[in-house]
């Protein structure tokens, strides 16, 4: 089984309606991560949360919010989605802890805003 | 500003012949950089990383050389085989605020049989 799963793996929405991403792990943790990736570019972060009680932004949070319910789930929330939104999406995980670290990414969602 | 750059978004190389993927930074502050590789429709997978002390870390047919001084890191793959093709993404980040990777743009790395 995968260590970093996320649902759904695509979605198709309407400009407007609110969607939520969910990521789910069982590497035991304690940071996750969301980033998405537009065609021809690298990833962009997103939000981080470093335990449950912590949530930050990243480089484009804007239009986004998160949600750690727990300490292997993470999700990601469009409250009013819009075209420019349409992309790849993906969640990581890491340790914690460390001075350098690894980051260990699920499989991705496929986005599409119409 | 692009403080990662991966200057060649493809690369096509012979199965056997060795794969030289180059990633070129500008921020002095990055101390540990690593390589991701991506295959269609899945996430990116870590392959190899180096820490800023080092100039050079092996695995296997992977090896990662950091110039620390002209700020370019490389990732050989040899012998290349088929199924490394697959898109290789370049990251950066500083000690101390590791949760904030700075990704290339990426290399389409193409090994023909």
């Known amino acids: 089984d995968a260590d970093v799963t996320q649902t759904p793996r695509n979605r198709i929405t309407k400009t407007g309606k609110r969607i939520m991403l969910e990521c789910s792990q069982t590497k035991g943790h304690d940071r996750m991560y969301w980033y998405r990736q537009d065609p021809g570019l690298g990833l962009q972060l997103i939000y981080y949360?470093?335990?449950?009680?912590?949530?930050n932004k990243g480089e484009i949070s804007d239009g986004y919010s998160v949600s750690r319910q727990a300490q292997a789930k993470f999700s990601l929330s469009l409250e009013s989605a819009i075209p420019n939104q349409t992309a790849l999406y993906f969640c990581a995980t890491s340790k914690g802890g460390g001075a350098q670290e690894t980051q260990y990414f699920g499989p991705g969602t496929r986005l599409l805003v119409l | 500003d692009q403080q990662v750059k991966q200057n060649s978004p493809s690369l096509s190389v012979q199965e056997g012949r060795i794969s030289i993927l180059n990633c070129d930074y500008t921020?002095?502050?990055?101390?540990?950089f690593l390589w991701y590789k991506k295959y269609p429709a899945e996430g990116p997978t870590f392959l190899i990383s180096i820490s800023s002390i080092k100039d050079k870390n092996e695995d296997g047919r992977f090896t990662v050389f950091l110039n620390k001084s002209a700020k370019h890191l490389s990732l050989h793959i040899v012998p290349s085989q088929p199924g490394d093709s697959a898109v290789y993404f370049c990251?950066?980040?500083?000690?101390?605020?590791?949760?904030?990777?700075?990704f290339g743009k990426g290399t389409l790395l193409t090994v023909n049989p």
């Open positions: 921020n002095s502050m990055f101390d540990y």
């Open positions: 949360s470093f335990d449950v009680k912590d949530i």
């Open positions: 990251a950066a980040t500083v000690g101390g605020s590791n949760y904030k990777l700075t």
